[in-house]
């Protein structure tokens, strides 16, 4: 069987109910490549909000909760996975692992397709392109129209 394109939104502890709710009309609106995979990964606080408001095509996945309002906290909830659920895992090919380089984290910074697997809405394609590359783990890009684009980069 082959493996879809996976696509996944690290949203963070970036947004609130209106922004989100912006985000959430552009997902809902944009077409999407039904190859691709794609899972949002919301702040903590709101998921109900965005499973409630984002299209069933789209999976959501849990974020951080932390001290102030918002950035690039995801530390305590991916800690609380690696204990609660990697011991459990019956079925690998049935899990995603997601790498993000500590020096992105936060920054903006994207590498180039030979050493990193940074993207956004320009490098895409090229990197969708690599035989290495079965799908992304998309920072800030997420929260902007273009993720739409990065969805469909493989297409």
């Known amino acids: 069987m082959t493996r879809k394109f996976f696509v996944g939104g690290n949203w963070k502890m970036n947004g609130d109910k209106k922004s989100l709710g912006e985000l959430i009309q552009t997902m809902n609106g944009g077409k999407v490549d039904s190859n691709v ?14 499973r409630s408001k984002l299209d069933s095509k789209f999976g959501v996945a849990a974020q951080n909760c932390y001290k102030v309002p918002k950035g690039a906290f995801t530390g305590e909830i991916r800690y609380l996975i690696q204990l609660g659920i990697l011991q459990g895992v019956l079925d690998w090919s049935k899990v995603v692992l997601a790498y993000e380089p500590v020096w992105a ?3 903006g910074k994207t590498g180039v397709a030979e050493d990193q697997r940074s993207v956004t809405g320009a490098t895409c394609k090229e990197l969708a392109s690599q035989k290495d590359v079965d799908g992304f783990l998309v920072g800030g890009a997420s929260l902007k129209p273009e993720f739409i684009d990065i969805i469909n980069a493989k297409a």
């Open 105 to 107: 984290i936060g920054t």
């Open 37 to 50: 995979e794609v899972v949002c990964g919301a702040p903590s606080i709101y998921l109900d909000f965005v």
